[in-house]
Protein backbone atom coordinates (compact mmCIF):
# COMPACT_ATOMS: atom_id res chain seq x y z
CA UNK A 1 0.00 0.00 0.00
CA UNK A 2 1.10 3.28 -0.93
CA UNK A 3 2.47 5.48 2.05
CA UNK A 4 3.48 9.24 2.82
CA UNK A 5 7.43 7.63 2.86
CA UNK A 6 7.09 6.63 -0.81
CA UNK A 7 7.89 9.34 -2.57
CA UNK A 8 10.42 11.51 -0.65
CA UNK A 9 13.60 14.24 -0.65
CA UNK A 10 16.65 12.92 0.39
CA UNK A 11 19.89 14.86 1.01
CA UNK A 12 22.96 13.41 2.80
CA UNK A 13 23.51 14.13 6.59
CA UNK A 14 19.65 14.69 7.22
CA UNK A 15 16.51 13.36 7.42
CA UNK A 16 14.51 12.75 4.53
CA UNK A 17 11.29 14.72 4.03
CA UNK A 18 8.18 14.04 2.12
CA UNK A 19 7.89 16.02 -0.78
CA UNK A 20 5.12 18.51 -0.60
CA UNK A 21 1.14 18.25 -1.50
CA UNK A 22 -0.35 19.47 -3.69
CA UNK A 23 -3.87 19.57 -5.30
CA UNK A 24 -5.24 19.80 -8.45
CA UNK A 25 -8.65 19.88 -10.10
CA UNK A 26 -9.13 16.97 -12.66
CA UNK A 27 -9.28 18.13 -16.59
CA UNK A 28 -10.00 16.53 -20.02
CA UNK A 29 -9.76 13.02 -20.82
CA UNK A 30 -6.01 12.29 -19.68
CA UNK A 31 -7.00 13.32 -16.22
CA UNK A 32 -10.45 11.59 -15.74
CA UNK A 33 -8.28 8.28 -17.11
CA UNK A 34 -5.73 9.12 -14.14
CA UNK A 35 -8.51 9.64 -11.75
CA UNK A 36 -10.42 6.19 -12.78
CA UNK A 37 -7.18 4.33 -12.05
CA UNK A 38 -5.73 5.62 -9.17
CA UNK A 39 -7.54 3.02 -6.59
CA UNK A 40 -4.98 0.43 -8.25
CA UNK A 41 -2.66 2.05 -5.93
CA UNK A 42 -4.63 1.78 -3.12
CA UNK A 43 -5.81 -1.86 -3.15
CA UNK A 44 -2.88 -3.62 -4.62
CA UNK A 45 -2.25 -5.39 -2.09
CA UNK A 46 -5.41 -6.08 -1.03
CA UNK A 47 -7.48 -9.82 -2.05
CA UNK A 48 -10.61 -8.04 -1.28
CA UNK A 49 -11.19 -5.49 -3.92
CA UNK A 50 -12.46 -6.26 -7.39
CA UNK A 51 -10.98 -4.05 -9.40
CA UNK A 52 -14.11 -1.98 -11.34
CA UNK A 53 -14.28 -1.92 -15.06
CA UNK A 54 -12.82 0.70 -16.87
CA UNK A 55 -15.47 1.66 -19.46
CA UNK A 56 -18.10 1.15 -16.47
CA UNK A 57 -16.08 3.75 -14.40
CA UNK A 58 -15.49 6.40 -17.87
CA UNK A 59 -19.67 6.54 -18.20
CA UNK A 60 -19.97 6.93 -14.82
CA UNK A 61 -18.28 10.30 -14.99
CA UNK A 62 -19.28 11.03 -18.20
CA UNK A 63 -20.91 14.12 -19.51
CA UNK A 64 -23.80 11.66 -20.70
CA UNK A 65 -24.43 10.30 -16.89
CA UNK A 66 -28.09 11.54 -16.43
CA UNK A 67 -27.13 12.52 -13.08
CA UNK A 68 -25.27 15.30 -14.39
CA UNK A 69 -29.01 17.05 -16.43
CA UNK A 70 -29.58 17.84 -12.09
CA UNK A 71 -25.91 18.05 -10.43
CA UNK A 72 -22.43 20.21 -10.63
CA UNK A 73 -19.62 18.23 -10.36
CA UNK A 74 -15.94 18.99 -9.91
CA UNK A 75 -12.92 16.21 -8.90
CA UNK A 76 -9.10 16.48 -7.70
CA UNK A 77 -6.27 14.45 -7.48
CA UNK A 78 -3.42 14.59 -4.69
CA UNK A 79 0.19 14.60 -6.12
CA UNK A 80 3.23 14.23 -3.92
CA UNK A 81 6.01 15.21 -6.96
CA UNK A 82 4.10 13.23 -10.00
CA UNK A 83 2.89 10.20 -7.89
CA UNK A 84 -0.82 10.88 -7.31
CA UNK A 85 -1.51 9.78 -3.36
CA UNK A 86 -5.33 10.82 -3.01
CA UNK A 87 -8.55 11.81 -5.17
CA UNK A 88 -11.95 13.51 -4.30
CA UNK A 89 -15.15 14.54 -5.85
CA UNK A 90 -17.55 17.34 -4.56
CA UNK A 91 -20.93 17.77 -6.05
CA UNK A 92 -24.12 19.51 -5.79
CA UNK A 93 -27.71 18.10 -6.70
CA UNK A 94 -30.28 20.47 -7.57
CA UNK A 95 -32.86 18.22 -6.92
CA UNK A 96 -31.75 17.53 -3.58
CA UNK A 97 -31.68 21.34 -3.02
CA UNK A 98 -35.55 21.67 -4.20
CA UNK A 99 -36.55 18.85 -2.07
CA UNK A 100 -34.68 19.56 0.97
CA UNK A 101 -33.58 23.44 0.92
CA UNK A 102 -30.59 22.28 3.25
CA UNK A 103 -27.93 23.69 1.25
CA UNK A 104 -26.08 20.40 1.89
CA UNK A 105 -23.67 19.65 -0.78
CA UNK A 106 -21.57 15.83 -1.24
CA UNK A 107 -17.99 14.45 -1.17
CA UNK A 108 -17.62 11.06 -2.83
CA UNK A 109 -15.18 9.11 -4.71
CA UNK A 110 -12.27 9.29 -1.90
CA UNK A 111 -9.56 7.32 -1.89
CA UNK A 112 -5.94 8.18 -0.74
CA UNK A 113 -2.49 7.31 1.01
CA UNK A 114 -2.73 6.10 4.77
CA UNK A 115 -1.50 10.17 5.68
CA UNK A 116 -3.84 12.62 7.44
CA UNK A 117 -2.48 15.29 5.98
CA UNK A 118 -3.96 13.93 2.47
CA UNK A 119 -7.16 13.04 3.66
CA UNK A 120 -7.40 16.80 5.53
CA UNK A 121 -6.37 18.58 1.57
CA UNK A 122 -8.53 16.25 0.12
CA UNK A 123 -11.64 16.99 1.61
CA UNK A 124 -10.99 21.45 2.58
CA UNK A 125 -10.59 21.24 -1.15
CA UNK A 126 -13.92 19.79 -1.70
CA UNK A 127 -15.23 21.42 1.05
CA UNK A 128 -13.75 24.93 0.09
CA UNK A 129 -15.39 24.42 -3.26
CA UNK A 130 -19.05 23.53 -1.60
CA UNK A 131 -19.14 26.61 0.37
CA UNK A 132 -18.20 29.01 -2.24
CA UNK A 133 -21.48 27.65 -4.07
CA UNK A 134 -23.42 28.23 -0.85
CA UNK A 135 -23.24 24.93 0.33
CA UNK A 136 -23.32 25.11 4.14
CA UNK A 137 -23.04 20.92 5.25
CA UNK A 138 -20.90 18.36 3.33
CA UNK A 139 -21.97 15.01 3.19
CA UNK A 140 -20.87 11.21 1.89
CA UNK A 141 -19.27 9.96 0.99
CA UNK A 142 -21.91 9.37 -2.01
CA UNK A 143 -20.54 8.13 -5.84
CA UNK A 144 -22.41 10.00 -6.73
CA UNK A 145 -25.40 10.06 -5.28
CA UNK A 146 -27.93 8.52 -3.09
CA UNK A 147 -29.60 6.46 -5.94
CA UNK A 148 -25.99 5.16 -6.83
CA UNK A 149 -23.01 3.45 -4.44
CA UNK A 150 -22.62 5.46 -1.13
CA UNK A 151 -21.41 5.09 1.83
CA UNK A 152 -18.31 4.31 3.82
CA UNK A 153 -17.34 0.65 4.05
CA UNK A 154 -17.02 0.38 8.25
CA UNK A 155 -17.34 -3.33 8.92
CA UNK A 156 -16.91 -6.28 5.92
CA UNK A 157 -13.49 -5.65 4.79
CA UNK A 158 -11.83 -8.63 4.51
CA UNK A 159 -14.53 -10.38 1.84
CA UNK A 160 -15.01 -8.46 -1.34
CA UNK A 161 -18.09 -5.98 -2.09
CA UNK A 162 -20.70 -6.98 -4.38
CA UNK A 163 -21.72 -5.39 -7.52
CA UNK A 164 -22.69 -1.72 -7.77
CA UNK A 165 -21.04 -1.54 -3.83
CA UNK A 166 -18.20 0.00 -2.38
CA UNK A 167 -15.28 -1.11 -0.62
CA UNK A 168 -12.20 0.56 1.60
CA UNK A 169 -9.22 0.12 3.78
CA UNK A 170 -9.97 -0.04 7.71
CA UNK A 171 -7.98 3.26 8.16
CA UNK A 172 -10.87 5.87 6.12
CA UNK A 173 -13.09 5.59 8.81
CA UNK A 174 -10.79 7.45 11.45
CA UNK A 175 -9.16 9.38 8.83
CA UNK A 176 -12.50 11.07 7.90
CA UNK A 177 -13.74 11.55 11.19
CA UNK A 178 -10.53 13.12 12.26
CA UNK A 179 -11.23 16.06 9.75
CA UNK A 180 -14.65 16.70 11.99
CA UNK A 181 -17.25 14.22 10.63
CA UNK A 182 -19.50 12.97 12.18
CA UNK A 183 -21.88 9.64 11.01
CA UNK A 184 -25.13 10.44 10.64
CA UNK A 185 -26.29 7.05 8.88
CA UNK A 186 -26.07 3.51 8.73
CA UNK A 187 -26.45 1.56 5.91
CA UNK A 188 -26.33 -2.40 6.19
CA UNK A 189 -25.58 -5.37 3.35
CA UNK A 190 -27.64 -8.41 4.47
CA UNK A 191 -26.34 -12.02 3.21
CA UNK A 192 -29.39 -14.63 3.08
CA UNK A 193 -29.06 -18.22 2.25
CA UNK A 194 -31.57 -19.34 -1.25
CA UNK A 195 -32.56 -22.26 0.93
CA UNK A 196 -34.44 -20.58 3.16
CA UNK A 197 -38.23 -21.52 4.32
CA UNK A 198 -40.92 -18.80 4.90
CA UNK A 199 -41.66 -18.68 8.58
CA UNK A 200 -44.95 -20.41 10.36
CA UNK A 201 -45.83 -16.72 10.85
CA UNK A 202 -45.12 -15.77 7.11
CA UNK A 203 -46.94 -18.38 5.64
CA UNK A 204 -50.22 -17.48 8.08
CA UNK A 205 -50.13 -13.72 6.42
CA UNK A 206 -49.72 -15.58 2.74
CA UNK A 207 -52.83 -17.36 3.31
CA UNK A 208 -54.87 -14.57 4.87
CA UNK A 209 -53.88 -12.12 1.38
CA UNK A 210 -52.72 -14.44 -1.05
CA UNK A 211 -55.75 -14.47 -3.20
CA UNK A 212 -54.98 -10.73 -3.77
CA UNK A 213 -51.36 -11.30 -4.80
CA UNK A 214 -50.00 -11.78 -8.02
CA UNK A 215 -45.89 -11.76 -8.81
CA UNK A 216 -44.86 -11.49 -12.11
CA UNK A 217 -41.74 -10.85 -14.31
CA UNK A 218 -41.10 -7.66 -16.29
CA UNK A 219 -42.26 -8.10 -19.37
CA UNK A 220 -39.76 -7.20 -21.80
CA UNK A 221 -39.69 -6.02 -25.93
CA UNK A 222 -42.63 -3.77 -26.67
CA UNK A 223 -43.79 -3.32 -23.46
CA UNK A 224 -40.31 -2.77 -22.13
CA UNK A 225 -40.52 1.18 -21.51
CA UNK A 226 -43.88 0.91 -20.03
CA UNK A 227 -43.00 -1.69 -17.36
CA UNK A 228 -40.16 0.47 -16.68
CA UNK A 229 -42.36 3.59 -16.11
CA UNK A 230 -44.14 0.83 -13.54
CA UNK A 231 -40.98 -0.07 -11.91
CA UNK A 232 -39.60 3.72 -11.30
CA UNK A 233 -43.23 4.68 -10.50
CA UNK A 234 -43.19 2.16 -7.47
CA UNK A 235 -40.02 3.34 -6.48
CA UNK A 236 -40.28 6.64 -6.30
CA UNK A 237 -43.44 6.24 -3.90
CA UNK A 238 -42.18 3.40 -1.93
CA UNK A 239 -39.04 5.67 -1.20
CA UNK A 240 -40.45 8.91 -0.98
CA UNK A 241 -40.55 9.22 2.80
CA UNK A 242 -37.02 7.59 3.26
CA UNK A 243 -33.87 9.12 4.65
CA UNK A 244 -32.42 11.50 1.90
CA UNK A 245 -34.43 10.56 -1.14
CA UNK A 246 -33.92 11.69 -4.25
CA UNK A 247 -36.50 10.70 -6.77
CA UNK A 248 -34.99 9.09 -10.24
CA UNK A 249 -35.91 11.43 -13.72
CA UNK A 250 -37.18 10.08 -16.47
CA UNK A 251 -33.30 10.04 -18.13
CA UNK A 252 -32.04 7.72 -15.09
CA UNK A 253 -34.64 5.66 -15.13
CA UNK A 254 -34.06 5.09 -19.01
CA UNK A 255 -30.21 4.61 -18.12
CA UNK A 256 -31.19 2.23 -15.74
CA UNK A 257 -33.14 0.25 -18.32
CA UNK A 258 -30.76 -0.20 -20.87
CA UNK A 259 -28.40 -1.72 -17.83
CA UNK A 260 -31.16 -4.01 -16.84
CA UNK A 261 -31.45 -5.21 -20.95
CA UNK A 262 -27.58 -6.25 -20.27
CA UNK A 263 -27.25 -7.80 -17.02
CA UNK A 264 -30.73 -8.63 -15.62
CA UNK A 265 -32.08 -11.88 -16.34
CA UNK A 266 -35.64 -11.33 -17.89
CA UNK A 267 -37.35 -13.60 -14.78
CA UNK A 268 -34.83 -11.59 -12.52
CA UNK A 269 -37.23 -8.65 -12.09
CA UNK A 270 -40.43 -9.09 -10.53
CA UNK A 271 -43.25 -7.08 -9.91
CA UNK A 272 -46.30 -7.56 -7.64
CA UNK A 273 -49.33 -6.69 -8.00
CA UNK A 274 -52.30 -6.55 -6.02
CA UNK A 275 -55.73 -7.19 -7.52
CA UNK A 276 -53.81 -6.47 -10.63
CA UNK A 277 -52.47 -2.79 -10.04
CA UNK A 278 -48.88 -2.47 -9.32
CA UNK A 279 -47.78 -2.48 -6.16
CA UNK A 280 -44.55 -3.69 -5.44
CA UNK A 281 -40.74 -4.14 -7.53
CA UNK A 282 -37.74 -5.93 -7.16
CA UNK A 283 -34.46 -6.31 -8.84
CA UNK A 284 -31.92 -9.26 -8.73
CA UNK A 285 -28.28 -8.90 -10.32
CA UNK A 286 -25.95 -11.63 -10.88
CA UNK A 287 -23.07 -10.66 -8.92
CA UNK A 288 -20.46 -10.02 -11.64
CA UNK A 289 -17.82 -8.90 -9.26
CA UNK A 290 -17.32 -12.92 -9.03
CA UNK A 291 -16.05 -13.33 -12.18
CA UNK A 292 -14.27 -9.87 -13.64
CA UNK A 293 -11.77 -9.73 -10.49
CA UNK A 294 -9.10 -11.22 -12.81
CA UNK A 295 -10.06 -8.84 -15.50
CA UNK A 296 -8.37 -5.95 -13.72
CA UNK A 297 -11.04 -3.48 -14.85
CA UNK A 298 -10.23 -4.16 -19.12
CA UNK A 299 -12.92 -6.14 -21.62
CA UNK A 300 -10.48 -5.98 -23.92
CA UNK A 301 -9.09 -8.00 -25.92
CA UNK A 302 -10.78 -10.99 -24.37
CA UNK A 303 -12.69 -9.89 -21.40
CA UNK A 304 -15.98 -9.57 -23.07
CA UNK A 305 -15.78 -12.98 -24.10
CA UNK A 306 -14.57 -14.27 -20.39
CA UNK A 307 -17.40 -12.52 -19.35
CA UNK A 308 -20.11 -13.39 -21.79
CA UNK A 309 -18.83 -17.34 -21.01
CA UNK A 310 -18.91 -17.25 -17.39
CA UNK A 311 -22.50 -15.96 -17.29
CA UNK A 312 -23.16 -18.78 -19.76
CA UNK A 313 -20.88 -21.45 -18.43
CA UNK A 314 -20.49 -20.32 -14.72
CA UNK A 315 -23.17 -18.56 -13.19
CA UNK A 316 -22.09 -16.19 -10.19
CA UNK A 317 -22.74 -18.53 -7.16
CA UNK A 318 -23.98 -14.86 -5.45
CA UNK A 319 -26.45 -12.06 -6.75
CA UNK A 320 -27.19 -8.65 -4.97
CA UNK A 321 -30.93 -7.04 -4.87
CA UNK A 322 -30.42 -3.57 -5.48
CA UNK A 323 -33.86 -2.05 -5.66
CA UNK A 324 -36.51 -3.30 -3.91
CA UNK A 325 -39.93 -1.31 -3.16
CA UNK A 326 -43.89 -1.63 -2.11
CA UNK A 327 -46.09 0.97 -2.27
CA UNK A 328 -46.51 3.66 0.51
CA UNK A 329 -50.57 2.50 1.13
CA UNK A 330 -49.29 -1.62 2.17
CA UNK A 331 -46.26 0.01 4.44
CA UNK A 332 -46.73 -1.15 8.18
CA UNK A 333 -49.42 -3.66 7.17
CA UNK A 334 -50.18 -7.49 6.47
CA UNK A 335 -50.46 -6.85 2.96
CA UNK A 336 -47.62 -5.06 2.96
CA UNK A 337 -45.27 -7.85 4.86
CA UNK A 338 -46.60 -10.21 2.40
CA UNK A 339 -46.10 -8.21 -0.83
CA UNK A 340 -42.49 -8.26 0.74
CA UNK A 341 -42.05 -11.76 1.36
CA UNK A 342 -43.50 -12.73 -1.67
CA UNK A 343 -41.37 -10.89 -3.81
CA UNK A 344 -37.81 -12.18 -1.90
CA UNK A 345 -39.06 -15.96 -1.74
CA UNK A 346 -39.92 -15.75 -6.06
CA UNK A 347 -36.85 -14.26 -6.57
CA UNK A 348 -35.04 -16.85 -4.25
CA UNK A 349 -36.40 -19.38 -6.20
CA UNK A 350 -35.57 -18.47 -9.38
CA UNK A 351 -32.12 -17.54 -8.71
CA UNK A 352 -31.35 -20.70 -7.23
CA UNK A 353 -32.10 -22.63 -10.28
CA UNK A 354 -29.13 -20.51 -11.45
CA UNK A 355 -26.84 -21.98 -8.60
CA UNK A 356 -26.80 -18.89 -6.75
CA UNK A 357 -26.74 -19.85 -3.38
CA UNK A 358 -26.78 -16.57 -1.43
CA UNK A 359 -28.17 -12.96 -2.25
CA UNK A 360 -26.99 -9.47 -0.48
CA UNK A 361 -30.01 -7.35 -0.16
CA UNK A 362 -28.41 -3.77 -0.12
CA UNK A 363 -28.13 -1.58 1.19
CA UNK A 364 -31.06 -1.43 4.29
CA UNK A 365 -30.74 1.69 5.92
CA UNK A 366 -30.52 0.55 9.77
CA UNK A 367 -33.77 2.05 10.98
CA UNK A 368 -35.38 0.20 8.58
CA UNK A 369 -36.69 -2.24 11.26
CA UNK A 370 -39.49 -4.03 9.91
CA UNK A 371 -37.50 -4.71 6.32
CA UNK A 372 -34.54 -5.75 8.59
CA UNK A 373 -37.20 -7.99 11.11
CA UNK A 374 -38.59 -9.86 7.96
CA UNK A 375 -34.39 -10.60 6.56
CA UNK A 376 -33.69 -11.53 9.70
CA UNK A 377 -36.44 -13.82 10.53
CA UNK A 378 -35.24 -16.10 7.68
CA UNK A 379 -31.90 -15.88 8.43
CA UNK A 380 -30.66 -12.64 6.68
CA UNK A 381 -26.99 -12.08 8.58
CA UNK A 382 -25.36 -8.10 8.13
CA UNK A 383 -22.51 -9.01 6.34
CA UNK A 384 -20.79 -5.30 5.90
CA UNK A 385 -21.45 -2.06 7.04
CA UNK A 386 -21.63 1.22 5.43
CA UNK A 387 -21.64 5.02 6.92
CA UNK A 388 -22.34 8.03 6.12
CA UNK A 389 -20.83 11.42 7.37
CA UNK A 390 -21.85 14.70 8.01
CA UNK A 391 -19.46 17.98 8.76
CA UNK A 392 -20.93 21.67 9.38
CA UNK A 393 -19.44 24.22 6.87
Not at 25 to 44: E, L, M
Not at 116 to 135: K, Q
Amino acid sequence: MQNSTSNRLHHPGRPAKPLPLLIKPVAGRHGTDRFIKFPWSIYKDDPAWVPPLLFERRQHLSPKNPYFDHARFQSWLAYRGTVAVGRISAQIDRLHQERYHDHSGFFGLLEAEDNGETFAALLTTAENWLRSRGMQTCAGPFNLSINQECGLLAEGFDTPPSIMMGHAPPYYTDRVMEQGYRPIKELLAYSIETGFKPSRAMRAIIRRVNSHIRIRPMERGRYFDRELTVIGDIFNDAWHNNWGFIPFTTNELQAMGNDFKLLVDKDLIQIAEVDGMPAGMMVTLPNLNEIIADLNGRLLPFGWLKLLWRLKIRYPRTARVPLMGIRQQYHHTLMGAALAFMLIDSERQKVAKKGVEEVEMSWILEDNREMRKIIETHGGRITKRYRLYQKEL
